[in-house]
């Protein structure tokens, strides 16, 4: 005959399923005695809860070191998992279904599971029962006294099966949760009539003064397996607090952030509420300015009783509009929850509705043959029955709202304009100890300032203080991550504890134990260690302080803009700019010069901080290094001469070409697309932007330049402006260079001063009639390339064959040519009306193609040195003649193919 079953109490349903939730909230793998204990105590009543108040238990504290113990034990499973208990938490149960059997009762209730957790040993409970002074016997002599004293017995139901078990119960209360968990989100929650409230707010009352056996007639609550009270309060869950956040409460709980510089904004805003009609204030301003932070300020305004009579008992409710339309599959259901929430509003007028990004009330809810939810809350508005706080930016609301004009009229505008420098600073401090409480960190007042100036400066695309704030956030989050890493010698330490112990269990099982003894001093000795060891660790962690070089390596990371202190390193790699790039651009002095001068100004903060880091144009004829330099510049900078935005303005002649750098206008084809000026700078802000013959462009791109020289930004056709203040700038030019080409046929090794002179006069009053006079008077300089001498052409054919030497490293290969084949090759290879350009065809068409055919035929084997030399007699057709002999041995793992040509990567010097 099997054993009578005890049936539960709507208490004992109530513990078993908030254990579950409570098992869900600290992400545990199953539900454990903790679990049960804390829905015990949330409860709120209960004989077992009175039992423990009767022995002066601290309920709140036991509750606390509940959940942190329930914390210690969570894990990573996912949270909507099929919680079941942990074979504690079965014994437990066992255990209480037992003990109701053993003292001869129908019911087992709350009282039995905590007469169970004292009793049963090892369930992770008793070192903190024992703190509390928890005894069984005391709770038992409580538990009897009140039952003796009531003698009251829960109603019985000929609907409920009798003698469940309480496995059965549990299995019951997670199956009806999963299905109530499918029920559609309003089932009840229109529900809301006078007359309805009134009812349950009297059941409601009734039933909290009832003991845990009420209601236990109720079918719908044994069904669902929950107590009734909890479908109670779901029922009087009202509308607005189930899809919004009361800032009242979040205010005088603390859990909003002070607001610092704006009481005018709140002032102008509290003016507009305190209106008869039309007291809707809107708030517009760009992303980022703070517009959500105003209308906590009024909250924490409204907290502190600093607000007029009017507005005293007033609360702000923040309306979350994508969880009031999530989940309405029906038509009709959207339109019904809203109107249920203006109902609600219209009873409680101290109310008033905050609702963010106020434009896409426009469209909202919205479907065919139904009414979208600006439309709904049009006549609500209008009469004044509802005040309402919008928030959205001025694009948006002139480009959603302006439209509706019987929407917008209902709300009075207040711009919300960016906080200046020194009042982001302020702000900052004002904020910086919840920041420092989060990452256990502190700021110093330099990485406030550096965080306000430089996101300011160089964070163009977003708004004070809101960035600056997340530079604030990310650098403390960055500090705290690598302060929490583990010190790898702590880990070895913990690794050869670990081993310890295992040796030590070994010499255990053979009874060495003198072995062990000395193996257990050993290991308390590094036990001492580890202690030590994490004791530092953890004052390093609480050390962390956030400095203003700190702040500036988390600008430079993002923006790519080396915003630093300049190091010795780049010191002196700095002032060694000129011969640096002097090693792959051929003479040109002043032009390195000029450069050198203009990248140093910038790296020491001495240039106009709204300028472009040094703009130049520079003049010369055809293959003289002009657009050689702007890639060297880049290499030099960026590691390679890839890292340049090079537009061709041969390109950009027409009139209609100027929508392709900055992008089409609204109505022409292609006008999402972004434009290939301003796209490559807004990506790559610290570059190099090289014009290439900016005189072959049409007059409007000067006109379009004009900004990007005097004032360092750029505005696209979609309106966002693109910052030019970290760019170098640099316009190349033809102009006024064909008298001087007349003149410079032949070479000249010493070209006298007059020389110069004569040809800038030349090249200067050509550019007066080719560029407008503004254009000039923007540039910083005007650099004029002289043509190249035999010296310089000769440095060139060094270089390019040492770019064909690299070339053949890989082969074991090595060529050298003869000062006589140098000075053949600069002959047949240049032009003083193509500069130094007919140099590389010469070098292809004289060594590398006959070098080719001799690898081919392998006459040149890995390992040789080929020698080249050229006739002696100049007025004869030019001809190379090829030596190959073996390399030397020193040679061949040289890393460098010749060490008397220059060491820089070779490449043309002409444009």
């Given at each position: 005959?099997?054993?009578?079953?005890?049936?539960?109490?709507?208490?004992?349903?109530?513990?078993?399923?908030?254990?579950?939730?409570?098992?869900?909230?600290?992400?545990?793998?199953?539900?454990?005695?903790?679990?049960?204990?804390?829905?015990?105590?949330?409860?709120?009543?209960?004989?077992?809860?009175?039992?423990?108040?009767?022995?002066?238990?601290?309920?709140?504290?036991?509750?606390?070191?509940?959940?942190?113990?329930?914390?210690?034990?969570?894990?990573?499973?996912?949270?909507?998992?099929?919680?079941?208990?942990?074979?504690?938490?079965?014994?437990?149960?066992?255990?209480?279904?037992?003990?109701?059997?053993?003292?001869?009762?129908?019911?087992?209730?709350?009282?039995?599971?905590?007469?169970?957790?004292?009793?049963?040993?090892?369930?992770?409970?008793?070192?903190?029962?024992?703190?509390?002074?928890?005894?069984?016997?005391?709770?038992?002599?409580?538990?009897?006294?009140?039952?003796?004293?009531?003698?009251?017995?829960?109603?019985?139901?000929?609907?409920?099966?009798?003698?469940?078990?309480?496995?059965?119960?549990?299995?019951?209360?997670?199956?009806?949760?999963?299905?109530?968990?499918?029920?559609?989100?309003?089932?009840?929650?229109?529900?809301?009539?006078?007359?309805?409230?009134?009812?349950?707010?009297?059941?409601?009352?009734?039933?909290?003064?009832?003991?845990?056996?009420?209601?236990?007639?109720?079918?719908?609550?044994?069904?669902?397996?929950?107590?009734?009270?909890?479908?109670?309060?779901?029922?009087?869950?009202?509308?607005?607090?189930?899809?919004?956040?009361?800032?009242?409460?979040?205010?005088?709980?603390?859990?909003?952030?002070?607001?610092?510089?704006?009481?005018?904004?709140?002032?102008?805003?509290?003016?507009?509420?305190?209106?008869?009609?039309?007291?809707?204030?809107?708030?517009?301003?760009?992303?980022?300015?703070?517009?959500?932070?105003?209308?906590?300020?009024?909250?924490?305004?409204?907290?502190?009783?600093?607000?007029?009579?009017?507005?005293?008992?007033?609360?702000?409710?923040?309306?979350?509009?994508?969880?009031?339309?999530?989940?309405?599959?029906?038509?009709?259901?959207?339109?019904?929850?809203?109107?249920?929430?203006?109902?609600?509003?219209?009873?409680?007028?101290?109310?008033?509705?905050?609702?963010?990004?106020?434009?896409?009330?426009?469209?909202?809810?919205?479907?065919?043959?139904?009414?979208?939810?600006?439309?709904?809350?049009?006549?609500?508005?209008?009469?004044?029955?509802?005040?309402?706080?919008?928030?959205?930016?001025?694009?948006?609301?002139?480009?959603?709202?302006?439209?509706?004009?019987?929407?917008?009229?209902?709300?009075?505008?207040?711009?919300?304009?960016?906080?200046?420098?020194?009042?982001?600073?302020?702000?900052?401090?004002?904020?910086?100890?919840?920041?420092?409480?989060?990452?256990?960190?502190?700021?110093?007042?330099?990485?406030?300032?550096?965080?306000?100036?430089?996101?300011?400066?160089?964070?163009?695309?977003?708004?004070?203080?809101?960035?600056?704030?997340?530079?604030?956030?990310?650098?403390?989050?960055?500090?705290?991550?690598?302060?929490?890493?583990?010190?790898?010698?702590?880990?070895?330490?913990?690794?050869?504890?670990?081993?310890?112990?295992?040796?030590?269990?070994?010499?255990?099982?053979?009874?060495?134990?003198?072995?062990?003894?000395?193996?257990?001093?050993?290991?308390?000795?590094?036990?001492?260690?580890?202690?030590?060891?994490?004791?530092?660790?953890?004052?390093?962690?609480?050390?962390?302080?956030?400095?203003?070089?700190?702040?500036?390596?988390?600008?430079?990371?993002?923006?790519?803009?080396?915003?630093?202190?300049?190091?010795?390193?780049?010191?002196?790699?700095?002032?060694?700019?000129?011969?640096?790039?002097?090693?792959?651009?051929?003479?040109?002095?002043?032009?390195?010069?000029?450069?050198?001068?203009?990248?140093?100004?910038?790296?020491?903060?001495?240039?106009?901080?709204?300028?472009?880091?040094?703009?130049?144009?520079?003049?010369?004829?055809?293959?003289?290094?002009?657009?050689?330099?702007?890639?060297?510049?880049?290499?030099?900078?960026?590691?390679?001469?890839?890292?340049?935005?090079?537009?061709?303005?041969?390109?950009?002649?027409?009139?209609?070409?100027?929508?392709?750098?900055?992008?089409?206008?609204?109505?022409?084809?292609?006008?999402?697309?972004?434009?290939?000026?301003?796209?490559?700078?807004?990506?790559?802000?610290?570059?190099?932007?090289?014009?290439?013959?900016?005189?072959?462009?049409?007059?409007?791109?000067?006109?379009?330049?004009?900004?990007?020289?005097?004032?360092?930004?750029?505005?696209?056709?979609?309106?966002?402006?693109?910052?030019?203040?970290?760019?170098?700038?640099?316009?190349?030019?033809?102009?006024?260079?064909?008298?001087?080409?007349?003149?410079?046929?032949?070479?000249?090794?010493?070209?006298?001063?007059?020389?110069?002179?004569?040809?800038?006069?030349?090249?200067?009053?050509?550019?007066?009639?080719?560029?407008?006079?503004?254009?000039?008077?923007?540039?910083?300089?005007?650099?004029?390339?002289?043509?190249?001498?035999?010296?310089?052409?000769?440095?060139?054919?060094?270089?390019?064959?040492?770019?064909?030497?690299?070339?053949?490293?890989?082969?074991?290969?090595?060529?050298?040519?003869?000062?006589?084949?140098?000075?053949?090759?600069?002959?047949?290879?240049?032009?003083?009306?193509?500069?130094?350009?007919?140099?590389?065809?010469?070098?292809?068409?004289?060594?590398?193609?006959?070098?080719?055919?001799?690898?081919?035929?392998?006459?040149?084997?890995?390992g040789s040195l080929v020698s080249i030399d050229a006739e002696t007699n100049p007025e004869s057709e030019l001809a190379l003649k090829f030596e190959i002999r073996p390399l030397p041995e020193s040679e061949k793992s040289a890393t460098n193919p010749d060490e008397n040509l220059p060491q820089k990567e070779p490449v043309a010097t002409g444009e």
């Amino acid at each position: 005959m099997p054993q009578k079953q005890p049936n539960p109490t709507p208490g004992y349903r109530y513990v078993l399923y908030g254990a579950k939730v409570a098992a869900s909230e600290f992400g545990s793998d199953f539900i454990n005695p903790e679990h049960y204990l804390i829905a015990m105590l949330r409860r709120g009543n209960g004989l077992a809860l009175s039992a423990l108040k009767a022995c002066e238990v601290d309920v709140q504290a036991l509750l606390k070191s509940l959940i942190d113990l329930a914390r210690e034990k969570s894990s990573s499973l996912e949270k909507n998992s099929l919680y079941i208990p942990s074979e504690e938490s079965r014994r437990i149960m066992e255990s209480a279904r037992q003990l109701c059997l053993d003292r001869n009762e129908n019911h087992i209730g709350t009282e039995h599971l905590l007469l169970a957790m004292i009793k049963e040993p090892n369930t992770g409970l008793n070192e903190i029962l024992a703190e509390y002074k928890i005894d069984y016997d005391r709770i038992e002599a409580v538990v009897d006294s009140s039952k003796n004293r009531f003698k009251a017995k829960p109603q019985q139901d000929s609907s409920e099966p009798k003698n469940q078990d309480p496995f059965d119960v549990l299995n019951n209360v997670l199956r009806d949760a999963i299905r109530e968990n499918l029920h559609k989100v309003g089932e009840n929650e229109n529900e809301d009539s006078d007359e309805e409230s009134d009812n349950e707010n009297s059941n409601a009352d009734n039933s909290s003064e009832q003991g845990e056996n009420e209601d236990a007639s109720d079918p719908r609550a044994r069904r669902l397996g929950r107590p009734p009270r909890m479908e109670g309060a779901r029922r009087n869950k009202k509308l607005l607090s189930q899809f919004s956040r009361d800032l009242t409460k979040l205010a005088a709980d603390g859990k909003i952030d002070p607001v610092v510089g704006r009481d005018d904004e709140i002032q102008r805003m509290m003016q507009v509420l305190c209106r008869r009609r039309k007291n809707n204030p809107v708030l517009l301003g760009e992303a980022g300015v703070g517009k959500t932070a105003i209308v906590e300020g009024l909250a924490n305004f409204i907290v502190e009783g600093k607000v007029p009579d009017l507005l005293s008992d007033c609360k702000i409710y923040s309306l979350d509009l994508g969880a009031l339309v999530a989940g309405t599959k029906f038509r009709g259901e959207f339109e019904e929850r809203l109107d249920g929430i203006l109902r609600e509003l219209r009873r409680e007028p101290n109310i008033i509705l905050f609702i963010d990004e106020l434009h896409t009330m426009l469209g909202t809810g919205h479907a065919e043959g139904s009414l979208d939810a600006s439309s709904i809350i049009k006549p609500a508005l209008a009469r004044g029955e509802l005040r309402c706080i919008g928030a959205t930016t001025a694009e948006e609301y002139r480009k959603f709202m302006r439209k509706d004009t019987a929407f917008t009229r209902r709300f009075q505008p207040i711009d919300v304009e960016a906080p200046s420098v020194p009042m982001a600073i302020e702000i900052m401090e004002a904020l910086k100890k919840y920041y420092e409480e989060h990452h256990n960190v502190s700021y110093s007042h330099e990485a406030i300032v550096n965080a306000v100036e430089l996101s300011s400066r160089y964070i163009t695309d977003r708004q004070l203080p809101d960035k600056a704030i997340d530079l604030l956030d990310e650098a403390g989050a960055s500090a705290k991550l690598k302060s929490s890493v583990r010190p790898a010698e702590i880990d070895a330490l913990q690794k050869q504890i670990k081993e310890f112990n295992n040796q030590i269990d070994e010499h255990g099982k053979l009874e060495e134990y003198e072995v062990c003894n000395d193996l257990k001093k050993q290991r308390e000795q590094m036990e001492e260690d580890l202690r030590s060891k994490m004791e530092q660790w953890e004052a390093t962690k609480k050390a962390s302080v956030i400095t203003g070089e700190d702040i500036a390596e988390l600008v430079s990371k993002r923006t790519h803009i080396p915003v630093t202190k300049v190091a010795a390193d780049e010191s002196r790699r700095l002032l060694a700019l000129e011969k640096t790039i002097a090693q792959r651009v051929v003479s040109q002095k002043d032009a390195l010069n000029a450069l050198g001068r203009a990248i140093r100004r910038s790296r020491a903060g001495l240039k106009d901080p709204n300028r472009p880091m040094a703009s130049f144009l520079f003049l010369g004829p055809t293959g003289v290094g002009k657009t050689e330099l702007a890639k060297a510049l880049a290499e030099f900078m960026f590691g390679s001469d890839e890292s340049m935005v090079r537009i061709d303005m041969s390109e950009y002649n027409e009139r209609i070409s100027l929508t392709r750098l900055i992008g089409a206008p609204p109505g022409y084809v292609g006008h999402d697309g972004p434009g290939q000026l301003t796209e490559k700078v807004r990506t790559h802000p610290y570059s190099v932007v090289l014009f290439d013959e900016i005189e072959k462009a049409c007059p409007e791109v000067f006109n379009l330049l004009l900004q990007v020289l005097d004032d360092g930004r750029l505005t696209d056709a979609t309106g966002n402006t693109v910052d030019f203040r970290n760019t170098i700038i640099i316009m190349t030019s033809n102009a006024g260079t064909r008298d001087l080409q007349k003149n410079s046929l032949g070479f000249s090794d010493s070209r006298p001063a007059v020389d110069k002179t004569f040809i800038e006069t030349k090249v200067k009053a050509a550019i007066k009639t080719t560029f407008s006079p503004e254009f000039l008077n923007r540039l910083d300089e005007t650099l004029i390339f002289s043509p190249l001498s035999m010296s310089d052409i000769e440095a060139i054919v060094g270089i390019m064959v040492g770019r064909v030497n690299e070339r053949l490293l890989s082969r074991e290969i090595k060529i050298e040519l003869t000062p006589q084949a140098i000075k053949r090759l600069c002959v047949d290879g240049y032009a003083p009306e193509f500069g130094a350009r007919p140099m590389r065809r010469a070098i292809q068409k004289h060594i590398e193609d006959p070098l080719s055919q001799y690898i081919l035929e392998g006459k040149v084997p890995p390992g040789s040195l080929v020698s080249i030399d050229a006739e002696t007699n100049p007025e004869s057709e030019l001809a190379l003649k090829f030596e190959i002999r073996p390399l030397p041995e020193s040679e061949k793992s040289a890393t460098n193919p010749d060490e008397n040509l220059p060491q820089k990567e070779p490449v043309a010097t002409g444009e």
